[in-house]
């Protein structure tokens, strides 16, 4: 195994574990009432602009660039739409899980996710292996099947906000493949959030409600499970097809059950074991699927 494979695997690793973090905190702090959605988006973003500044003046300074500007190369600054789809996702993400539980919103996030990205993999001229389609059909029935229980009848603003959410990300993550400095694209990415932040945060004034507890919460997730980990994400990217990047996100609900079994004194249950296989066996089809029989097809040739 190179050193290049190693880095993909250790980087979609955290980053997985980053987006289950930032669910549970989100889960966390708005069902608890610690904070509202506006300012907990609004102190996310600016909470992973801040550390992304910062990792970045550091990563210069090892490079022996301490006096370049910001932007590390002067070329990578991210883009304009992917800090539109960065904000629109974690907006209607916060929003969503206002009216929705769970368990639900959970289901319409990935499940746009997926479509989102299968929908524009196949238009693109993109066909998929069978070994694809099996392995998504197990992975994404296995996260159905830890959903399903839980489900109930999601209002009509909800249903559409987590699927805008669900939408956005999956542009965002599509944008990230091309990025030549994961770590400067995704700086610039969140610092163009700003004056949409400083719009949401006008708009909303009046229903503001801080808790110190929701501000720590927010802090979290913005600096670590999303500044840092949507910077990793961007650098795994670099080695996932775009099948691979919307398939291994289906780990994320799994990892934040666990997350829930451990912050919040939940119990693992069967349905979670299985499931836990189902989505693990999916993705794994998906991943060394095509290179298997890829592979196969070579040797007859």
Request: glycine share 8%; charged share 10%.
């Amino acid at each position: 195994m190179n050193k290049e494979l190693i880095k993909i695997i250790v980087s979609t690793i955290f980053a997985l574990m980053a987006f289950a973090a930032n669910s549970v905190l989100c889960r966390l702090a708005l069902g608890e009432n610690a904070i509202d959605a506006a300012n907990f988006t609004a102190i996310r973003l600016f909470s992973g602009i801040i550390i992304l500044i910062s990792l970045l003046k550091l990563s210069q300074r090892k490079t022996n660039a301490s006096s370049a500007p910001i932007v590390g190369n002067g070329k990578s600054k991210g883009s304009w739409l992917a800090a539109s789809m960065l904000f629109i996702y974690a907006l209607a993400f916060s929003f969503g899980y206002i009216s929705l539980d769970t368990g639900t919103g959970a289901l319409i996030l990935f499940g746009a996710v997926q479509i989102t990205m299968i929908i524009i993999n196949v238009v693109s001229g993109n066909k998929l292996h069978l070994s694809e389609w099996l392995g998504l059909t197990v992975a994404f029935s296995g996260f159905v099947y830890l959903i399903v229980p839980s489900l109930s009848t999601p209002s009509l603003a909800g249903f559409v906000l987590m699927s805008i959410s669900g939408m956005a990300w999956a542009f965002y993550t599509l944008v990230g493949r091309s990025s030549k400095n994961a770590l400067s694209d995704t700086t610039y990415n969140f610092m163009r959030t700003v004056p949409f932040v400083l719009i949401l945060l006008i708009f909303t004034l009046n229903n503001a409600h801080i808790t110190p507890m929701g501000v720590l919460m927010a802090v979290l997730s913005g600096a670590i499970a999303s500044g840092v980990g949507y910077y990793v994400w961007y650098i795994a990217l670099a080695g996932l097809s775009i099948t691979q990047a919307a398939v291994v996100q289906l780990f994320v609900p799994i990892i934040a059950a666990i997350g829930g079994v451990i912050f919040a004194s939940e119990l693992i249950t069967q349905r979670l074991v299985e499931s836990s296989t189902l989505v693990l066996g999916g993705i794994l089809m998906v991943v060394l699927g095509r290179y298997y029989f890829v592979q196969v097809a070579n040797k007859k040739r």
